[in-house]
């Protein structure tokens, strides 16, 4: 079988354009895999969901009758952890629907109420 001299060189150049093009498409113009993307769309989900749920935590915590109260114990605990943490127990991330808190409304609620406003 005889093959073009010009075959080994083409087959070589094809090779490393096709890595080449790879190379830039996945570094500089954004192309992801299918996993990556699936990752990302999570993410930016669970940012949505917190920043809508967060103003209705925030709600529920100065509709009870002793807002006011509360809003100064919650001001007395030290870190952001401990006031997540008092957000939880006393109720006002736990959204209709769901038995259990979520810790990132938690979190979101209590930097809005320690807020200065």
Known sequence: MNIHPGFKPALWGAAVGAVGIAVVGFSALGWTLDSTADRIANERAEVAVVAALAPICVAKFEAQADASKRLAQFKKVATSWEQSSFIEN???ATMPGSVTP???VAHACA???GSPT
Do not use: P, Q, R
Request: no cysteine.
């Open 90 to 92: 006393g109720g006002w």
């Open 102 to 104: 979520n810790t990132a």
């Open 111 to 113: 930097e809005k109420l």
